[in-house]
Every structure is written in C-alpha cells, then in structure tokens.
C-alpha cells in the first residue's frame, strides 16, 4: 500500500479514530495529534507490510501513541496508569464493537470542531482537518493561503477548545439545536468557498466542494431528523449538478445562459431533490424549541436550486415562484444578499427596471460596502435599459472590486462589448 492508499483510508476513517481516541483520553487536541502520528507512521509502514485491517492498524497505532503522550506527562502518571492497566480500554475504541457509539462520537467530533468559542477560521480549519481528514497543505491550497497559516489556526483551535475547557460529548437536545447553526454554516462556508472561489485564478474548488458535501451527508446520517441539515445537503447537491457546465476546457466561466444543461449531473440532480424532499418532511425547530412548518433558510435556497435543475432553459424558468421564494427567504433570513439576488430574479420575471430599483435601495443603505456584486448587477441591469456609458462603469468597478481572476476576465470582457 502506497501513500495514495493511507490518503484513502484517513479521508474515511479520521472522523471515527479522532473521536474515538477524543473519547478515550479526554483531550482533543493529544487525540489529533496522535492520530496523526499513526498517519505519518503509516506512510512509512505500509508499503513494506500491508496491513490486513488498515482502519484497525491505525486506531491501534494512535492509542498506543495517545498512551506514549499521557505517560510522557508527568502530572498524568495516575492516569495512564489506569488507561494502560483497563483491559477494557481497547474495547472503548474498537469501531466494530459499539457502532451506535461510534456514531455519537463522530456527531459530538463535529460540534466540538465547530464550537461557538473559536474563530470561524479555526472552525473551518479544525473542521476539514479532524472531521475532513484533509492535511494543512490541502485547506490551505484550498483557500489560497500559507501553510503554516493554517497550521497556526489549527493550532490556536486545540489550545482555545482546552482553556475553554470544552468537554466531549454531544450537546444536550436543546443546545444541540441550538448549536446545529453553528456547524451548518461551517459546511456552507466550505462549500461556497469550492462552488465560487473568493480569490484566486480558478472560478471553482470542485475538491472542497465535494469535501462540503461529503460532511454533510455524515451529518445527515446523524442526525436524520434535522430539516435544515437535508436542506443543506440538497442546496449543495443541486449546486454542484451544475458543476461541470459552469467552465470551459480552459477554466473560463459560463454564464447560466449560457451553460449546456446536458452536462449538469442528473445523479446530482436526483439525490438533492430526495434530500429537499427530506427537509419538507420534518418539522423546524426554532430558537425558543417550538416546532414549526416549512423550510429553513438552507432548505429554501434548495427550494430555488431545484427550480433552476428542473428547468430546460433559462426562458422557460419559472422566475416569478423564484422571486415568491426569494421574499419567503428575505423574511426567514434577511440580508442584503437575498436581495440583491432577488433583485436579478425580479429582473427575470418583471423587467430591469423594477429590479434595478431594489439595487438602488441596497447601495442607498450601503449594506454591501466594497462587494463586487452589487455593481455586476446593477451593470446587467443598466445594459438591459441600453444605459450603456453607465452599464459599463458599472462593470468596470466591479472587474476591479472582483478578487477572483477568471470572474474579473468575464466582467471586463462585458464591459468592453459596451464600448
């Protein structure tokens, strides 16, 4: 087995063995760190002698380097003294012995990565590192920045979790709950940083994408009865369907307009709308634990999704229930990105120029202060009213706004059509 071949099985495997070890020492952080270590073991060991259970080897591995760290602690001698005198210690960690528990680990793995005490970097990082089973190297080429930035982040998680004294254990019903937001936006984050890169010479991260779905279909395993955890996973399915019309051969994005709808992912296409379907069977749960009817915010914009996967064209969308969905989302969730995206919705169905009023409001309030976004509307909107002059200095600012190279291509090719 090759290093490809331990890269497979941690991807799998490190939710489970970084929980359970998490369970077994009660330290977090002493859990990552010697699963890691059976990691980096492993690259050496296998290729010469295969394991015959490679998840197993390396649960094994990372107990005994769990134990080696707690005796190396002085303060702890008592402890591992106890640990590595319980025959039944091996038991607690064995995932073929208590699956049910296993899942509860991997669930309360989840909230601790995504604990309301850190920095939404370190949730993300601590996240896709212990839950994702990536490397540093990996989230930080994913978002463009220094390893050892990320590593820093990671770092400062573990020590936050343990000065704040987290404990490991899946949050009582209600805090769960409550919490939930929390780790769904962590997912949403992960996702829309691969489904539209923030910065960078690529308008997609499909690998990150696809990490974000990957976890969110762990979560909805887990925890099955949350309508906004399936409402999450179908806005993520239905998005990434459209994946491989939105580029060309050479990375150049494709407008929606433009896109051949027969290379969308219909398998895509069909799992996110059994999971919408999944989010309108479940009752939401507020803020003050009352059970209420219809979609969540995550749900609603699956809703919007589904209603462009469903359509042969961009002419024959059924805008004016998008719009309908929109304003339902701007009341469930309100911010001036539901707005703005309205806006291009309302410009669908009803004309530029009542949209271009909603877009007006939005910089009149500054609510999108240095966003790119809000003069690429506003200059499609202008050039449907054959404002040309202001249509392009509209794409023009927002080509120099834009931090991601491929989308700054397109809007100042636009803007040049206007000239």
């Known amino acids: 087995m090759g290093t490809a071949d331990v890269e497979a099985v941690w991807?799998?495997?490190?939710?489970?063995?970084?929980?359970?070890?998490?369970?077994?020492?009660?330290?977090?952080?002493?859990?990552?760190?010697?699963?890691?270590?059976?990691?980096?073991?492993?690259?050496?060991?296998?290729?010469?002698?295969?394991?015959?259970?490679?998840?197993?080897?390396?649960?094994?591995?990372?107990?005994?380097?769990?134990?080696?760290?707690?005796?190396?602690?002085?303060?702890?001698?008592?402890?591992?003294?106890?640990?590595?005198?319980?025959?039944?210690?091996?038991?607690?960690?064995?995932?073929?012995?208590?699956?049910?528990?296993?899942?509860?680990d991997v669930l309360a793995l989840m909230f601790v990565s995504c604990h309301p005490v850190l920095s939404r970097e370190a949730r993300v990082a601590l996240t896709l590192r212990v839950v994702g089973g990536l490397s540093s190297e990996e989230i930080a080429r994913a978002f463009l920045v220094p390893v050892p930035t990320v590593q820093a982040r990671i770092t400062r998680g573990k020590k936050t979790i343990a000065a704040a004294g987290v404990p490991f254990e899946l949050p009582p019903a209600a805090e769960r709950r409550e919490r939930l937001g929390g780790v769904l936006s962590v997912?949403?984050?992960?996702?829309?940083?691969?489904?539209?890169?923030?910065?960078g010479d690529r308008l997609l991260r499909p690998e990150l994408a696809y990490e974000a779905i990957r976890l969110a279909r762990t979560l909805a395993a887990l925890q099955p009865d949350e309508p906004e955890v399936h409402g999450l996973l179908a806005l993520c399915e239905l998005t990434a369907a459209r994946f491989p019309a939105r580029t060309g051969p050479d990375g150049t994005p494709i407008l929606l307009e433009d896109q051949n709808r027969r290379l969308w992912d219909l398998p895509a296409i069909r799992r996110g709308l059994t999971a919408l379907a999944m989010a309108s069977a479940h009752p939401r749960h507020t803020s003050a634990g009352e059970s209420t009817r219809g979609l969540?915010?995550?749900g609603l914009q699956a809703a919007i999704a589904a209603v462009h996967a469903s359509a042969p064209s961009v002419e024959a969308t059924d805008w004016d229930r998008i719009v309908l969905l929109y304003e339902t989302l701007g009341r469930v969730a309100p911010s001036p990105v539901v707005d703005l995206n309205r806006a291009v919705a309302v410009a669908m169905a009803s004309g530029p120029a009542q949209a271009l009023a909603i877009v007006d409001d939005l910089i009149a309030s500054n609510r999108l202060p240095g966003s790119h976004l809000v003069p690429t509307v506003r200059g499609e909107l202008l050039a449907r009213l054959d404002r040309r002059p202001e249509a392009r200095a509209e794409l023009e600012l927002a080509a120099r706004l834009c931090p991601n190279q491929p989308e700054r291509s397109v809007l100042l090719r636009k803007a040049a059509a206007l000239a």
């Open 187 to 199: 997912l949403y984050v992960i996702f829309t940083e691969g489904s539209t890169a923030t910065s």
């Open 11 to 104: 991807r799998v495997e490190s939710a489970r063995i970084v929980a359970a070890l998490t369970r077994f020492t009660g330290d977090f952080g002493l859990a990552e760190d010697a699963a890691q270590e059976a990691v980096a073991e492993a690259l050496v060991s296998w290729p010469r002698a295969s394991p015959a259970n490679p998840a197993g080897w390396l649960m094994a591995t990372a107990r005994r380097r769990a134990i080696d760290a707690i005796r190396r602690r002085a303060a702890l001698q008592d402890r591992y003294a106890l640990l590595a005198a319980d025959p039944a210690a091996d038991r607690t960690i064995d995932p073929e012995i208590d699956p049910d528990r296993i899942d509860d």
């Open 296 to 298: 969540g915010p995550y």
